[in-house]
């Protein structure tokens, strides 16, 4: 604030009037002030004029989009052609406890984004959530239920996407975010065979985007923790798997983009000095999970009474997954968090002032369980036998085995799981028949603890 104009400044200012001029929207005028104070009074006062000149009468009528579309292009542009609610989001975004972070949590209205917005509001710290609300994977009314979980709770989640450079720009303009939670990403490994662009579009240029305009909007640079995946160790034998294990033999093109993301955060960190701490995790699992993963669809299939597929491994042996449980990882995140160093570059992209912190970390639960004991303690919780199609698993994305050594994050934030799998599936399986209104035969387990 208050230094006189130089020519970066002066083209930064170009970029954001174009914008200005497009939106055109009282409220974003005003909006926007926080960032203009930043340039001479001059420039403010040159800027009103122009927008004067060009368009004397204000843009009022905005007509909203359906949210629920399934295009990731469509769901952000309802809020390019209306304003920000820039009172709402430092409403959500401002830690009520003193010395709190102020995070802005990407895919927060995903599973693992819903859980971690939840959990840092709770401890008082502020979080806006971005989300793009697409229905890729599953039928997004689990997303704006989480939403207005979310919302209950006065977290705001706008209809965002990642790859809107513009919109970062401008929230990271407006408002000092501490940290950055970047969990958007296209998930799933065998939904790549279907529409492999989305993957790119999210978690390559999606998160060069936010890397971005973290490195050159904000001010100060926030500090970013995103989620990687235990997919990036593709086919290592190694086991358990550590972050030192080499990563280079990726079995499905979304393991790639996850693979691409920590080089691209290398980059960043690199050039900028953005601090960033990659999370890889093993199959995470819990209420309001994903409806598109494996104890989810099982789930649905054996109340139904339908045939499930499990896979065996080309080996003839169980295919095994270290799952863990969604308060664990959160747990992971938030110590993720606490401990990140802030960022060492200067605002605008200038240089660093320093090396910048630069971690990855397995957030796993220890302990790999064959599918098919999944599937019988599904089985016992809901009281029902499942019909089981066993099968040799076909490479198209899927691994035989995951497996996660947590000691370094043990040793840096005390990560240390504590929920095994059959508590963490009751948890699950309680939920499951509250939200859709299931009732069990079983009158042992699952519906007692609801
Ligand atoms: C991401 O956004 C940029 C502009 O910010 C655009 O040029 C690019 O095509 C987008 N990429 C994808 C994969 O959607
Ligand atoms: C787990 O990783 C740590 C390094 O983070 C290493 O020292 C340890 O030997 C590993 N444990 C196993 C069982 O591989
Ligand atoms: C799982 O954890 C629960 C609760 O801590 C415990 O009662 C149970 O014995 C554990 N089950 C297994 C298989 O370890």
Redesign the pocket.
Known sequence: MGSPPDTSKTSKLERYNSYLRRLNSAKLISASSKLLFRFTLLATILLIVLLTLHYPVPFLSHSSHPSSSSSFTSPHRSLLSSSLPLESIRRSATPSRSNGLSVLVTGAAGFVGTHCSLALNKRGDGVLGLDNFNSHLYDPSLKRHRQSLLASHSILVLDADINDSRLLSLLFASFPFSHVLHLAAQAGVRYAAKNPHSYIHSNVAGLVTLFESAAKAADPQPAIVWASSSSVYGLNKNSPFSESHTTDRPASLYAATKKAGEAIAHTYNHIYGLSITGLRFFTVYGPMGRPDMAYFFFTKAILAGKPITIFRSPDGKDVARDFTYIDDVVKGCLGALDTAKPSTGRPGGGPKTGPAQLRIYNLGNTSPVPVAKLVSILEKLLGTKAKKNIITMPSNGDVPFTHANVSLAAKDFGYRPT??L??GLSKFVNWYVNYYGIKLKTSTGATEAA
């Open positions: 929920t095994n059959s508590s």
